[in-house]
């Protein structure tokens, strides 16, 4: 599901299931991360796949990257791999205006 960041950040607060996820690049996260967030690069193909796999499919995703390509795609694959609960940082980082870490 696509959301906007208001919307976004708003089911994040009240969500106590919740389990942040960054597809991004390690460089990409070198220039910061929304806190809590797990980093899990799509780029890495197969490997993402695994690396998915090994969560827990009952908790609540919600999934960013730079812009809202990847992370849709990765939410998108998430479903097909029978996780129901992925939520879509539409702008993605690059337009996020809450709390970062680096």
Same mark, same amino acid.
């Given at each position: *599901? ?31 991360? $929304?806190?809590?967030?797990?980093? $899990?690069?799509? +780029?890495?193909?197969? &490997? ?12 609540? +995703? +919600? ?5 809202? &390509? ?7 694959? *998430? ?10 940082? *539409?702008?993605?980082? *690059? ?8």
């Amino acid at each position: *599901m696509n959301l906007s960041q208001s919307e976004w950040t708003q089911r994040l607060s009240e969500d106590d299931n919740a389990v942040i996820l960054d597809v991004r690049t390690p460089e990409e996260c070198a220039e910061g991360i $929304i806190p809590n967030a797990i980093n $899990i690069d799509i +780029y890495k193909g197969q &490997g993402f796949i695994y690396a998915v796999q090994e969560l827990d499919p009952n908790k609540n +995703y +919600y999934v960013y990257c730079k812009a809202g &390509g990847r992370s849709q795609q990765a939410c998108n694959i *998430m479903n097909e791999l029978g996780f129901e609960n992925t939520y879509n940082l *539409m702008g993605g980082f *690059m337009n996020w205006e809450g709390e970062k870490t680096v």
